[in-house]
């Protein structure tokens, strides 16, 4: 299994949309739990890593830093 590398300030596409109909979102914050931005309606979500991890598709542009 691949192992997903990203950070805090990174732009990543996520497997399924969001209702708002984007897929891109930003890391705001890392840890056991991973807080996420929509960037298409700026509507923020904390879940755990391991959710994220699966339910993210890539990164799409990296953070400054």
């Known amino acids: 299994m691949e192992i997903k590398q990203f950070k805090v300030g990174?732009?990543?596409?996520?497997?399924?949309?969001?209702?708002?109909?984007?897929?891109?979102w930003k890391?705001?914050?890392?840890?056991?739990?991973?807080?996420?931005e929509c960037l298409g309606?700026?509507?923020?979500?904390?879940?755990?890593?391991?959710k994220f991890e699966k339910?993210?598709?890539r990164v799409v542009e990296p953070g400054n830093g």
Do not use: F, N, Q, W
Request: charged share 30%; proline share 5%.
């Open 10 to 24: 990174d732009t990543v596409e996520m497997k399924k949309p969001h209702p708002c109909g984007s897929k891109l």
């Open 55 to 57: 339910s993210m598709k």
């Open 27 to 36: 890391v705001l914050r890392t840890g056991a739990d991973v807080r996420i």
């Open 41 to 50: 309606c700026k509507h923020s979500v904390m879940i755990s890593r391991v």
